[in-house]
């Protein structure tokens, strides 16, 4: 999700591969590896802060924490702020039982995250 959520921001933003790489500090081969999800997305605050701010994204932002969130869960962590919410983490076992066995699409999770947001 994280590979797909950036390329297509860098894509409509009409950014190339090499050069956002070089303006995101980042090197041009990983790089296109973890936008094909091949690589896990960084998990460092910096280097997603560049990411973020070479693609015009905002701390704060709605879209930076999508960002993170992908991020996070791009490397099989389950987000800061899930785990610092004790309803959260409640529901979490009712999350997992309801999407194992089966690949949810996007919209599927959307939903679902609104769900556990307004608990």
Not at 36 to 43: F, G, S, Y
Not at 79 to 84: A, K, M, Q, S, T
Request: net charge negative; glycine share 6%.
């Amino acid at each position: 999700m994280f590979g797909e959520y950036v390329k297509s921001i860098r894509s409509e933003r009409r950014f190339g591969l090499r050069e956002f790489c070089i303006n995101a500090q980042c090197d041009a081969s990983n790089w296109s590896k973890v936008e094909r999800e091949v690589l896990a997305p960084p998990q460092d605050v910096e280097t997603l802060r560049r990411v973020a701010g070479e693609l015009g994204v905002e701390q704060g932002s709605e879209e930076w924490e999508r960002l993170v969130d992908y991020a996070a869960i791009g490397a099989g962590k389950i987000p800061e702020y899930v785990l610092e919410d004790a309803a959260l983490v409640r529901k979490l076992p009712l999350f997992f039982r309801t999407v194992s066995g089966k690949k949810p699409s996007r919209e599927e999770l959307e939903k679902l995250a609104q769900i556990l947001r307004d608990p």
